[in-house]
């Protein structure tokens, strides 16, 4: 191993001790630094963003056995047999947290000496090195893995970005902004890029104002698509900032008829492509209102993922559907070309130490604010 100096032997992280509600997380300053394989690096954690998958995976959400919204609390059911978002179980305690930014402090054996000093960002899913295609295989960090809600975080060579691609002159970005990228960023540009989204689309987002949803209209946008933007109508001003052509409030009385008009309204459109993240009682309308020949994309499904499916729907008006969940490097590699051509802009909501950690993730689950919610680590 190679390292800039001197490492601690323990560090200060936040420890998920089981599944259930925010009593399960605990501060601790004496974890073990991570060891370091030969293949892997090591972050000094600067920053690190929060994502619905972090309360999903801590309260159990992902288990078979809940069809409910996410909540905060824990479920009742006994969900650790497949609590996680394979289907499998956690090993506790864990680290989460999948989105660090920091800077490469030691390498192992064989990874390369040029990222040490570098600031970098983490694809959060591991591959088997063998056979990366195999999606059956891969981990997620801060799932599977230890993640980036600590001050060091071990990950594979393959796994890290260098964001500022001239050391002399680093990107005029924040850690903090910089780590509002990673899982929400790339999720959106797999859903996007599995539906073939281009400037011919009329593309409707749901939960528009969150990590997912600000990242899907700036990358629809990016694309050339027209996009309408489902989200409270206090927000509706944020989503236009973005480039959203057309803001529907979710709270309509008829949110599917409302959308179907907006996208009438675009120069006598329809709906090509819905992508969403909110599922429940909306999602069987919503998809009636997407053309013939249509594209559903999905990653997520805070509002309940349990849903009315009219399989007429999808077969006479030759719906292709899209899960999106594991992509493949290169959706990655896409994004952190947009970041360093400054093609995107983040957007956080809010900076909040790891100490206050409870807090943030309480206003982060009341879903009041716009983008991505950081946790600064010292």
């Known amino acids: 191993m190679r390292t800039l100096g001197e490492l601690p032997e323990v560090m200060t992280a936040l420890h998920l001790l089981g599944n259930g ?83 490469v402090v030691a390498v192992g054996a064989r990874a390369d000496t040029e990222l040490l000093g570098r600031r970098v960002l983490a694809d959060g899913w591991i591959r088997d090195p063998a056979n990366p295609s195999d999606r059956s295989k891969a981990q997620y960090l801060g799932s599977e893995r230890d993640g980036g ?86 927000k509706m001003g944020a989503l236009d900032a973005m480039g959203a052509d057309v803001c529907v409030d979710r709270a309509s009385v008829d949110l599917a008829q409302t959308v179907a008009a907006a996208a009438e309204g675009l120069d006598g459109g329809e709906v090509d492509v819905l992508a969403d993240v909110v599922g429940g009682p909306d999602f069987a309308p919503l998809l009636e209102v997407v053309r013939r020949g249509g594209r559903y994309t999905t990653a997520g499904a805070i509002a309940g993922p349990v849903v009315e499916l009219d399989l007429r729907t999808v077969y006479l008006n030759d719906l292709d559907l899209f899960g999106c969940t594991v992509y493949e490097p290169s959706v990655f590699e896409a994004l952190v070309g947009y970041i360093q051509r400054g093609e995107v802009r983040p957007v956080v909501a809010a900076v909040l130490p790891l100490a206050d950690f409870h807090e943030a993730q309480q206003v982060f689950t009341e879903k009041s604010h716009v983008g991505a919610m950081v946790v600064e680590i010292p």
């Open 21 to 103: 509600g925010p009593e399960m997380l605990v501060l601790r300053d004496d974890v073990p630094v991570p060891v370091l394989a030969e293949d892997e690096v090591l972050i000094r954690v600067r920053a690190c963003a929060m994502n619905n998958t972090d309360v999903n995976t801590r309260v159990g959400w992902y288990s078979k056995m809940v069809t409910g919204a996410t909540m905060t609390s824990g479920f009742d059911a006994e969900v650790g047999g497949d609590a996680a978002w394979g289907g499998s179980g956690l090993t506790f305690p864990r680290i989460q947290g999948a989105d660090p930014c920091g800077e």
């Open 149 to 234: 809600y600590a001050q060091y975080c071990a990950i594979p060579e393959r796994n890290v970005y260098a964001v500022d691609p001239n050391r002399d002159e680093p990107l005029k970005l924040t850690d903090a902004e910089l780590a509002s990228f990673p899982c929400s960023w790339s999720t959106a540009e797999h859903m996007l890029t599995r539906s073939a989204v281009t400037a011919a689309d009329i593309v409707v987002v749901t939960g528009a104002s969150g990590g997912v949803g600000t990242a899907l209209v700036q990358l629809a946008k990016l694309r050339g698509a027209r996009v309408i933007a489902v989200t409270s109508a206090t």
